[in-house]
Each structure stands twice: as structure tokens, then as C-alpha cells.
């Protein structure tokens, strides 16, 4: 069994999760997002591709357009339900 890094940030509402070793730094989520959730950033993954890293968590709204357009499934992004 693979055991991979994550980034995983979380606010209130929503949890973005990069699978760190999965990504190739093409910027394709930095660039789809419409709420400027990620930027580029130096960090490298094993493999040498720079990460994007997550720098307005509070703005996600969930569109997922991110996940959907990662080539390498790398991003998840998940909205926590409100417990009662």
C-alpha cells in the first residue's frame, strides 16, 4: 500500500486535500479558480513538480472546478456538513 503526503487545509465549511505526490504543477486549478484559492508557490513534491499552495481557503465556494480539472486527480475537495 502507496503512502502519500497531503495538503490538507479545512475551514468551516470546506476541506481541500492535494495529493501531493499525484500533482505535476501544471497550474490548471490556479488558474480555473474563480475565488483565487491557490497561487503558485516553491514547494516541490518528491518527483521535483512545484505544488500549488492554498492561500484563501475562507473564499472556496465548492464549485470543484478544480478537482474536475486536475489531469492527475490529485485535488478533492469536500464540504463538511454542519452537525446539529
Same mark, same amino acid.
Not at 28 to 44: A, G, L, N, R
Not at 56 to 77: F, H, Q, R, T
Given at each position: 500500500?502507496?503512502? !502519500?503526503? !497531503? &495538503?490538507? /487545509? @479545512?475551514?468551516?465549511?470546506?476541506? /481541500?486535500?492535494?495529493?501531493?505526490? #499525484?500533482?505535476? =504543477? *501544471? =497550474? +490548471? *486549478?490556479?488558474?480555473? *479558480?474563480?475565488? #483565487?484559492? !491557490? $497561487? %503558485?508557490?516553491?514547494?516541490?513534491?518528491?518527483?521535483? +513538480?512545484? &505544488?500549488?499552495?492554498?492561500?484563501?481557503? @475562507?473564499?472556496?465556494? =465548492? *464549485? $470543484? $472546478?478544480?478537482?474536475? /480539472?486536475?489531469?492527475? &486527480?490529485?485535488?478533492?475537495? @469536500?464540504? %463538511?456538513? $454542519?452537525?446539529?
Amino acid at each position: 500500500m502507496e503512502n !502519500f503526503d !497531503f &495538503l490538507h /487545509i @479545512d475551514n468551516s465549511d470546506m476541506n /481541500i486535500k492535494i495529493k501531493e505526490d #499525484y500533482c505535476k =504543477g *501544471c =497550474g +490548471y *486549478c490556479i488558474d480555473i *479558480c474563480p475565488e #483565487y484559492v !491557490f $497561487k %503558485e508557490s516553491t514547494k516541490v513534491n518528491s518527483r521535483g +513538480y512545484e &505544488l500549488p499552495e492554498i492561500i484563501n481557503i @475562507d473564499a472556496c465556494v =465548492g *464549485c $470543484k $472546478k478544480c478537482e474536475l /480539472i486536475c489531469p492527475e &486527480l490529485a485535488i478533492s475537495v @469536500d464540504k %463538511e456538513e $454542519k452537525k446539529q
